[in-house]
């Protein structure tokens, strides 16, 4: 039996103690993890809902059943999210991709037409979503370009059906 071919690596390393790491190599490798994709949300200073397409949502603990995601410092949402109190996670479904792009890339109102279930601390929850976290804001962290917000699970739901799932910048279905 024949060994398999081994597979051709491109790699991004850092050479000194002072270097930086390729970054364009590093999104790169990063691209190639698939997640799903989720909806965050919370409700401004103004009572405004806020809402932001993440694939960097996960799980930390069972107890307390906790959650983290990761936002950029520059998001627009940055200011809404560093002072909330609560946030809402909706997972979308294979369906619901248009939704990801809206979130990801419209700049105005995101929530302009769009019917929501208002959660607890007044988070919105995208409707039809595969699961919903309902969240109290339990920590941030600020680490390099991003801040990681870690909440604590007051209530969740969920429903079966096909998730949409990100990779190397694509969609699919699972």
Known sequence: ?????KPEFIRAEKREEDAELDAHLFRQALAQFATGITIITTKNAEGKYVGVTANSFNSVSLHPPLVLWSLSKKASSHDAFAV???YGVSVLSADQEELSHHFSTFKGDRFAGLEVIEGLGGAPLIPNALAHFECKVRNRHDEGDHF???GE?????FREGEALVYRSRKYFRN
């Open 148 to 150: 990681i917000m870690v």
């Open 1 to 5: 039996m024949q060994s398999p071919a």
């Open 153 to 157: 699970v007051l209530r969740c739901d």
């Open 84 to 86: 909330a109190t609560h």
